[in-house]
């Protein structure tokens, strides 16, 4: 019985991992969460005033998001939002607009 638990965390700390790792759409559903303020694949509606994520290079928008992470770039929400992703979701989400078009 004591062996349980440390086994059954351990099983669902697998199972978890696995089930993230292998969701081919993981990427387009984190990013997904932009398009209120980023509109649709990050194309941004012309004047208003968001930028387009589509088609921009990822290290430039890891970096942005870096900065809004650390309270380095002023935003109004966005320092909050990005602190609610983990390193590798920003990856996934900075891969995801690079390929947009």
Same mark, same amino acid.
């Given at each position: 019985?004591?062996?349980?638990?440390?086994? $059954?965390?351990?099983?669902?700390?697998?199972?978890?991992?696995?089930?993230?790792? %292998? @969701?081919?759409?993981?990427?387009?559903?984190? +990013?997904?969460?932009c398009a209120n303020c980023h509109g649709t694949n990050g194309n941004a509606i012309k004047g208003s005033g968001m930028d $387009?994520?589509?088609?921009?290079?990822?290290?430039?928008?890891?970096?942005?998001? %870096? @900065?809004?992470?650390?309270?380095?770039?002023? +935003?109004?929400?966005?320092?909050?939002?990005?602190?609610?992703?983990?390193?590798?979701?920003?990856?996934?989400?900075?891969?995801?607009?690079?390929?947009?078009?």
């Amino acid at each position: 019985m004591k062996l349980f638990v440390p086994i $059954a965390t351990l099983c669902l700390l697998v199972v978890s991992s696995t089930s993230q790792a %292998a @969701d081919p759409n993981l990427a387009r559903s984190l +990013a997904a969460t932009c398009a209120n303020c980023h509109g649709t694949n990050g194309n941004a509606i012309k004047g208003s005033g968001m930028d $387009a994520l589509a088609g921009m290079e990822k290290a430039k928008m890891l970096q942005k998001l %870096a @900065d809004f992470k650390s309270g380095d770039k002023p +935003a109004t929400i966005m320092h909050q939002i990005s602190k609610g992703y983990t390193e590798a979701q920003l990856d996934l989400i900075a891969t995801y607009f690079a390929a947009q078009k």
